[in-house]
């Protein structure tokens, strides 16, 4: 795959997208089930559960240090959400 180099708006952009409009807060003021959609995977079942809480909870920590114009490793991400990860 190739990678873009992309604006930090931008990315926060996408972030904001994701977990504000299409995929949760419009689903639910509806009454309907949420649904994801990604460009390669749609999250609808139950055994998605953890997969996709897992993206969120990484798409809002990197949104958090975006906003912060801060970094990170891979390895602080998994401490700080130690308990929801089984691995590293």
């Known amino acids: 795959s190739i990678i873009q180099d992309v604006s930090r708006e931008l990315v926060i952009e996408r972030i904001e997208d994701i977990i504000l409009t299409q995929s949760i807060l419009e689903p639910l003021g509806d009454r309907m089930a949420p649904t994801v959609k990604f460009p390669h995977k749609t999250f609808l079942q139950n055994r998605h559960c953890r997969s996709l ?14 906003i912060g114009n801060r970094t990170t490793t891979i390895r602080e991400v998994y401490y700080h959400f130690v308990t929801h990860f089984r691995n590293q």
């Open 53 to 66: 809480t897992s993206m969120f909870l990484v798409a809002d920590f990197c949104h958090e240090l975006l």
